[in-house]
């Protein structure tokens, strides 16, 4: 699907309803820095329990009450794309910072020790001291409450949790002209469905209920071998549907199955 960003002015800022995590959580950022580094937020609160940053000096910084981990200067550039992912597993926090552009692991830290509360409330900006840059996907994730900030329109002034809870953010002294929203790429969306048959042997019977079906998915334009699923079943009505993470929306496939004993192939399988 389409994806865009928000636009930020360092002036105005992302609310979003508030995200709290005392144990063990995950996280991940996409964003581009401004034309000229200063110190600003890219995710955090009013006040101290927890924020992301980047500085002047070309490091970030990730806070959870108490600094939990200040990245070398000079890593981060103007006018560049970066993911911070941040993991907490029994109170052993994993960081990485990776420049995305050039697919490169700039700075990493593992079984950091931090329990302290992580709470955000913002985007954008923490603390008063906003962004003013592109912050392009926010991922936020624990027990109980797991959101996914990504956008597929460029208009209005809400950000969309896709991730199941409704928890969405809302834009505030920002642009409201579209110029808000920025267009960065298409981006591959997992758990689409594939809907195929009906199918039939070489003498035109029904495959119906047919057990022990394996498919092979090829991407449509490369011929490359993508997936391998086994242990399906086709329906009454010898069709196979099927839902899965693996299967990218929008995509078109090429499909060959066998249930051992007919095989065949499907020359165009779109997902939906």
């Known amino acids: 699907m389409a994806n865009y960003g928000v636009v930020f002015n ?38 101290s329990a927890g924020f992301i940053a980047i500085f002047d000096d070309g490091s970030a910084q990730f ?7 200040s990245t070398p200067v000079s890593l981060i550039e103007p006018d560049e794309i970066y993911r911070i992912d941040i993991n907490r597993v029994a109170g052993l926090i994993d960081f990485t910072l990776t420049n995305v552009s050039t697919d490169t692991v700039l700075d990493s ?10 709470s955000y409330t913002l985007i954008g900006d923490t ?48 642009a409201t002209d579209g110029s ?21 042997n070489n003498t035109g ?6 057990s022990n079906v394996s498919i092979a998915l090829y991407d449509a334009t490369t011929n490359e071998l993508e997936y391998e699923l086994t242990g399906l079943s086709f329906d009454a009505s010898g069709f196979l549907i099927r839902t899965d993470d693996l299967f990218i929306i929008d995509k078109v496939y090429i499909m060959m199955f066998s249930d051992g004993v007919d095989v065949g192939v499907i020359s165009v399988v779109p997902v939906l």
């Open 109 to 118: 830290a593992s079984n950091l020790s931090n329990t302290d509360v992580l």
């Open 205 to 210: 019977d029904l495959l119906a209920n047919k």
């Open 10 to 47: 360092g002036v105005g800022n992302v609310s979003l309803p508030t995200w709290t995590a005392a144990a063990d959580f995950n996280s991940s950022v996409l964003f581009k820095t401004p034309a000229t580094l200063a110190t600003e937020g890219i995710t955090g609160n009013v006040g």
């Open 63 to 69: 806070t959870a009450n108490d600094v939990v981990h």
């Open 127 to 174: 603390q008063g001291l906003v962004f003013n840059g592109e912050i392009r996907e926010v991922i936020l994730g624990r027990s109980g409450d797991a959101r996914h900030y990504l956008s597929d329109v460029n208009s209005g002034s809400v950000w969309k949790d896709i991730g199941g809870g409704a928890q969405d953010a809302t834009l505030n002294g920002l």
């Open 180 to 200: 808000q929203w920025q267009f960065y790429g298409v981006v591959e969306v997992g758990g689409g469905t594939i809907t195929v048959g009906p199918f039939k």
